[in-house]
């Protein structure tokens, strides 16, 4: 069974919208090595659609470019890519798809096959349905020192609660909090008189 990764950029109140805007301040060494490490097992890369058009619109020019970032590139062109959307999309980024069937059970039968990690970067709408249905492995939440603020979109909407445990969590030079969650159980039923016996006295 191949192992799905999702990479998010989050500020502490939540947000995930325009990272352009407030990431790069906090890009160093060290969160250059956890969003390589994303992409080094996989050979699939899941995409909506708004994520897409952003991806296929630099790199493929970054990787003719021939410049420091054009080995990254190069990797992201040639790794297959499956793109989600409701609507029929050209699709001019080499080795890229669209499935025609529902999501997670495409994502299912791509997990069922044969080859690499799948991973996604961003895609919001689809990490939250993949996450709703168990099937992703390891969310990497890079927690940013920032409160933004501004209403934006957040990584988490309304809906059925969703348990996750924390595989790992890693502090940056510069406050980013690296956390990694995996799939858990649903906790037990605790009421507060079973939960004071832990408060000290």
């Known amino acids: 069974m191949r192992k799905i990764t999702a990479g998010m950029f989050i500020s502490l109140d939540g947000i995930i919208a325009d990272p352009q805007d407030w990431h790069f301040p906090y890009f160093n060494d ?7 490490t994303l992409a080094a097992a996989a050979d699939t890369m899941l995409f909506g659609r708004v994520t897409y058009d952003g991806f296929a619109g630099a790199w493929p020019e970054r990787e003719a470019a021939g410049g ?3 080995g990254f590139a190069k990797a992201l062109g040639d790794m297959r890519k499956v793109v989600f959307s409701h609507r029929d999309l050209e699709l001019s980024w080499r080795n890229s798809e669209q499935p ?3 999501l997670v059970a495409e994502v299912t039968a791509l997990k069922a096959e044969e080859g690499g990690d799948i991973t996604l970067s961003g895609s919001t709408s689809i990490v939250r349905q993949l996450l709703a ?5 390891e969310l990497h939440l890079f927690v ?3 409160v933004l603020r501004n209403g934006g979109m957040r990584l988490f909407d309304e809906g059925t609660p969703i348990p996750l445990q924390l595989l790992s969590a890693t ?4 406050g980013v909090l690296h ?5 858990a159980d649903k906790p037990a039923d605790v ?10 006295q």
């Open 179 to 183: 956390t990694v969650y995996g799939p």
């Open 68 to 70: 420091e970032d054009a």
């Open 191 to 200: 009421s507060y008189d079973e939960a004071k016996k832990h408060i000290a």
């Open 144 to 146: 940013h020192p920032i």
């Open 100 to 102: 025609r069937g529902d």
């Open 171 to 174: 502090t940056f030079k510069t």
């Open 30 to 36: 060290e969160m250059g090595e956890g969003v390589s």
């Open 133 to 137: 249905a168990s099937l992703i492995d």
